[in-house]
């Protein structure tokens, strides 16, 4: 009998054989999918993001829509800063935007310890959903200490996170403090999930490939590590992925994840190099391509597939998130491609 933890999934990013490549989607939860813009009709993304029920509709979506081999928990990378406190709201078109961005020292004040009692909504989302799914196995995700840590010191999204590098190199010791509170944070909050019942997390560096490699090195990973090691002890193998992270792969595999996450920009087979088979691979159709003419897009799959077999683990994803104006008949015919060819 089939079980999330020897889901295909779960098992690739253990790096054990597969019965197919398993696939899931980036930004899954809802983005293009009609089902989904109706039911958010009305709701602030903050609030669906707390409401169990709503949260259980939207992450099933996409599962019952595409057939893919593991759903990603409808959530966003603020909501566990929301949860402690801080003043901030997701505003359509833009993203989140903090009231008072972090500056000085004093403004770490406002970053509290999350605990499990700060988000029992969570737990409880994560187990309806869980309770539904069945065999197939619930991915858990969280935002990492440099994003965050980002969008609070600049106020929200940012082209060149002028005040996030400003104080990065400025003051050393307040950003590594700021990152050390996030990390918990963030820890916590995957650590919450997992308990309640998800088989695998990711955790997004949306932002960190602004960073040359010795920068991240030195101001980036320890807390990134220091965030996977609250998943010690639990059984759930760990994702990590960042948006333009091409030099910067291994040193991301390095801080306790199990599995890679390759954007559009880089080939699986570049990634795998750099990588030196030490760990499994997510990705990485570039989510544009999902607007070719299909003899184009299913070139690309097939090219991605290939290059994955390479891998000792190899997990189909986009190289980036879905594109909210995407086909979803488009996207259920990639899932159903990827599971045809790669198929044991």
């Known amino acids: 009998m089939t079980t999330p933890s020897s889901s295909n999934l779960v098992r690739a990013a253990r790096r054990q054989?597969?019965?197919?490549?398993?696939?899931?989607?980036?930004?899954?939860?809802?983005?293009?999918?009609?089902?989904?813009?109706?039911?958010?009709?009305?709701?602030?993304?903050l609030e669906a993001c707390r409401t169990p029920d709503l949260v259980t509709e939207i992450t099933l979506q996409p599962v019952r829509r595409h057939g893919?081999?593991?759903?990603?928990?409808?959530?966003?990378?603020?909501?566990?800063l929301a949860a402690v406190g801080v003043d901030l709201d997701i505003v359509p078109g833009t993203g989140p935007v903090v009231a008072q961005p972090v500056r000085s020292r004093a403004?770490?004040?406002?970053?509290?310890?999350?605990?499990?009692?700060?988000?029992?909504?969570?737990?409880e989302s994560v187990r309806q959903i869980v309770?539904?799914?069945?065999?197939?196995?619930?991915?858990?995700?969280?935002g990492a200490?440099?994003?965050?840590?980002?969008?609070?010191?600049?106020?929200g999204p940012s082209r060149n996170h002028e005040h996030t590098k400003a104080l990065m190199h400025g003051d050393p010791q307040l950003w590594s403090?700021?990152?050390?509170?996030?990390?918990?944070?963030?820890?916590?909050?995957?650590?919450?999930?997992?308990?309640?019942?998800?088989?695998?997390?990711?955790?997004?560096d949306s932002w960190v490939g602004a960073l040359p490699l010795a920068d991240y090195e030195r101001f980036v990973a320890p807390h990134s590590r220091a965030t996977f090691a609250h998943l010690d002890g639990l059984d759930a193998p760990k994702i990590h992925f960042g948006v333009g992270t091409g030099e910067l792969l291994p040193a991301m595999g390095a801080v306790g994840a199990d599995v890679v996450g390759v954007d559009y920009r880089v080939s699986l087979t570049d990634a795998l190099a750099r990588l030196d088979g030490s760990?499994?691979?997510?990705?990485?159709?570039?989510?544009?391509?999902?607007?070719?003419?299909?003899?184009?897009?299913?070139?690309?799959?097939?090219?991605?597939?290939?290059?994955?077999?390479?891998?000792?683990?190899?997990?189909?994803?986009?190289?980036?998130?879905?594109l909210p104006t995407t086909d979803p008949e488009v996207l259920t015919r990639v899932v159903d491609l990827v599971h045809e060819i790669s198929a044991r």
Not at 114 to 123: F, R
Not at 131 to 142: D, H, K, R, V, W
Not at 145 to 155: D, H, K, M, N
């Open 17 to 45: 054989p597969v019965d197919h490549t398993p696939v899931w989607f980036m930004r899954q939860a809802g983005r293009s999918l009609p089902e989904y813009r109706k039911v958010r009709e009305g709701t602030a993304m």
């Open 68 to 80: 893919v081999d593991a759903a990603i928990f409808f959530s966003d990378i603020v909501v566990p």
């Open 107 to 123: 403004d770490l004040d406002r970053l509290p310890p999350l605990t499990p009692d700060l988000v029992p909504d969570i737990t």
């Open 131 to 142: 309770g539904e799914l069945g065999e197939i196995p619930l991915i858990g995700f969280a």
């Open 145 to 155: 200490p440099f994003t965050l840590a980002s969008y609070l010191v600049e106020g």
């Open 177 to 204: 403090d700021l990152c050390e509170r996030l990390a918990a944070i963030s820890g916590a909050f995957l650590r919450v999930q997992v308990e309640a019942g998800a088989s695998a997390v990711q955790l997004f």
């Open 279 to 322: 760990y499994a691979v997510q990705g990485n159709l570039d989510p544009a391509l999902l607007f070719a003419p299909w003899e184009a897009l299913e070139a690309e799959v097939r090219r991605i597939v290939e290059e994955g077999r390479a891998a000792p683990g190899h997990i189909f994803n986009l190289g980036h998130g879905v």
